[in-house]
């Protein structure tokens, strides 16, 4: 599980291709669009392993800034944009936020740092449970491919609500719905 505060620093490129260094960068302002693995889960478990919320259809989608010799390439998710359904309790996001992709050396992938995301979770009919990721929080990886796959594998810090966990871990994995084609992480 990827905890808050663990961030990388390394500048990046988003690609269609896998060639490092990159000869075919996405364009400024591309949408990256996410939506949950077919048959797969959003769920949010507390620490030891209670299931608080399960979801069975979420995205993630925004447009792409892509990397320079010191920008890492990076996705702006605004708050409607980070979706929840079919959830066992109301999920929604409060604050959207900054994703950034980090490249793993001697791959096409990469590693997703998270910045600024609220969720609330309306658990048991009455109480609001609100969490945040905090400021550059490792939350998972984005896998080359066509679809690309980003695994989310995270702890967010309870920011507000009576008798909520003090950390929810939110497991999922999602795939890139658009644009079709690949995406793979280089260096800048």
């Given at each position: 599980?990827?905890?808050?505060?663990?961030?990388?620093?390394?500048?990046?490129?988003?690609?269609?291709?896998?060639?490092?260094?990159?000869?075919?960068?996405?364009?400024?302002?591309?949408?990256?669009?996410?939506?949950?693995?077919?048959?797969?889960?959003?769920?949010?478990?507390?620490?030891?392993?209670?299931?608080?919320?399960?979801?069975?259809?979420?995205?993630?989608?925004?447009?792409?800034?892509?990397?320079?010799?010191?920008?890492?390439?990076?996705?702006?998710?605004?708050?409607?944009?980070?979706?929840?359904?079919?959830?066992t309790?109301?999920t929604?996001?409060?604050?959207?936020?900054?994703?950034?992709?980090?490249?793993?050396?001697?791959?096409?992938?990469?590693?997703?740092?998270?910045?600024?995301?609220?969720?609330?979770?309306?658990?048991?009919?009455?109480?609001?449970?609100?969490?945040?990721?905090?400021?550059?929080?490792?939350?998972?990886?984005?896998?080359?491919?066509?679809?690309?796959?980003?695994?989310?594998?995270?702890?967010m810090?309870?920011?507000?609500?009576?008798?909520?966990?003090?950390?929810?871990?939110?497991?999922?994995?999602?795939?890139?719905?658009?644009?079709?084609?690949?995406?793979?992480?280089?260096?800048?």
């Amino acid at each position: 599980m990827a905890f808050i505060g663990a961030g990388t620093a390394s500048a990046s490129k988003l690609c269609s291709t896998t060639t490092d260094p990159c000869t075919s960068p996405w364009v400024n302002g591309t949408t990256l669009d996410f939506s949950l693995l077919k048959e797969t889960s959003a769920t949010w478990r507390e620490p030891g392993g209670a299931t608080l919320d399960t979801c069975l259809v979420s995205t993630i989608k925004g447009p792409m800034t892509n990397g320079t010799s010191t920008v890492t390439a990076n996705v702006l998710v605004e708050p409607i944009n980070l979706t929840w359904g079919n959830c066992t309790y109301p999920t929604r996001t409060l604050k959207g936020g900054t994703l950034e992709f980090h490249k793993v050396v001697g791959t096409s992938n990469g590693t997703v740092t998270a910045s600024g995301f609220q969720v609330t979770i309306f658990v048991f009919g009455f109480v609001t449970c609100v969490y945040e990721t905090g400021e550059s929080a490792d939350i998972g990886k984005i896998t080359e491919g066509k679809p690309a796959v980003f695994s989310v594998e995270m702890a967010m810090i309870k920011t507000g609500g009576f008798g909520c966990p003090e950390m929810a871990e939110l497991k999922a994995t999602y795939t890139l719905t658009e644009p079709n084609t690949t995406l793979s992480v280089s260096a800048s």
